[in-house]
C-alpha cells in the first residue's frame, strides 16, 4: 500500500515511514525539506499522487493565537489534494483530551484540526496520544531558573514516541477508524512529582516547587490529560525510557 505521511522526517515521522515499510508498505516521506508546503499547496498534489492512505503529522510553528490559522490552511489544502488523488484513508496525530482544555490556544487549534477532518471527503482515522516522554525536559524549562522548577500538578501519563509512532503506524495500514483512539504510556503522575523523577535521573540538583499557577498545563482542569476506558496503552514506561 503506498502511504504519503506529510512531516515524515521529523520525531514521529521518521518511525511511522520505518515501520510501515517495515511492514511492506511503500510509506513516502514528505515535509517542507523535500519539497512540499501545505500552506502554499505547493508539491501537494505531486506529493499525494497514487497514495491510498495520507497521514498528516505535521505541526503548528507556534502554539500561540497563530496556530489555528496553520490547521485549517493545512487541512483544507491537504485533504482537497487527497480526495482528488483518490486516497481512501486520512490520519492526523492529536493529544488526549484535547477539546477539554479550551483555554489553551494550541489545543483549541488541534481541536479545530480534528473537527475539519471530520468533515471532510475522506474516510479518516485520529490517534490522540498523551504527551510525549521525550518532550518532558523541555517542559521543565518553562518555568525553571538556575535553583527552581515551577510545576503544577496536572495529571499527566507520558508515553514514548516510538510507541506513539508504532499506533499511527498500525491505524495507517489498516481500514479507517472513522474515529478516534487513544493511546497512552502505562504509568500517570502528578506533572510536579514526574519533574523531580526527571530532574533526578538527570543528576539535575534543581528543585521542584509546586505551584498549580506554573506553565502551560497550569490551565488543565483535572485529570483530561489522561486516558479513559478503551484507551490503548504502550508497554514504555517512563523510568525505564530515562535509563
Known amino acids: ?8 522526517t521529523g520525531l514521529i ?23 512540499i508546503d501545505i500552506l502554499t499547496g505547493q508539491g501537494v498534489d505531486e506529493s499525494l499522487a497514487g497514495a491510498e492512505v495520507v497521514v ?15 490547521f485549517r490552511t493545512s487541512m483544507d489544502n491537504l485533504l482537497a489534494a487527497a480526495r482528488r488523488a483518490g486516497a481512501g484513508h486520512f490520519v492526523i496525530l492529536s493529544i488526549v483530551g484535547v477539546d477539554q482544555v479550551p483555554e489553551l490556544d494550541y489545543y483549541r487549534a488541534k481541536t479545530l484540526q480534528e473537527d475539519i477532518l471530520k468533515a471532510g471527503p475522506v474516510p479518516y482515522s485520529i490517534v490522540r496520544a498523551t504527551q510525549f516522554m521525550e518532550f518532558i525536559d523541555a517542559v521543565l524549562t ?8 515551577r510545576l503544577p500538578r496536572t495529571p499527566i501519563q507520558p508515553i514514548a514516541a516510538a510507541d506513539v509512532a508504532a499506533a499511527v503506524a498500525e491505524v495507517a495500514a489498516g481500514a479507517p477508524l472513522g474515529g478516534t483512539l487513544d493511546v497512552a504510556g502505562p504509568d500517570a503522575y502528578p506533572l510536579d512529582e514526574l519533574g523531580r523523577i526527571t530532574l533526578a535521573a538527570r543528576g539535575d540538583k534543581r528543585t521542584v516547587t509546586t505551584d498549580d499557577t506554573a506553565g502551560m ?9 489522561t486516558p479513559g476506558d478503551g484507551a490503548r ?10 535509563k
Not at 500500500?1 to 515524515?8: L, Y
Not at 515511514?17 to 508498505?25: E, W
Not at 498528516?56 to 496553520?70: E, I, K, R, V
Not at 518553562?142 to 522548577?149: F, G, K, L, P, R
Open 56 to 70: 498528516n503529522l505535521t505541526n503548528s510553528p507556534t502554539f500561540d493565537a497563530a496556530s489555528p490559522a496553520f
Open 142 to 149: 518553562w518555568t525553571a531558573d538556575e535553583n527552581t522548577v
Open 217 to 225: 498545563f497550569a490551565a488543565v482542569q483535572g485529570d483530561v490529560l
Open 233 to 242: 496503552i504502550a508497554p514504555t514506561h517512563y523510568t525505564a525510557w530515562l
Open 1 to 8: 500500500m503506498k502511504i504519503a505521511v506529510i512531516g515524515g
Open 13 to 35: 515521522g521518521s518511525q511511522v515511514v520505518r515501520n510501515l515499510n517495515a511492514a511492506g508498505h511503500q510509506a513516502v516521506p514528505h515535509s517542507l525539506t523535500t519539497g
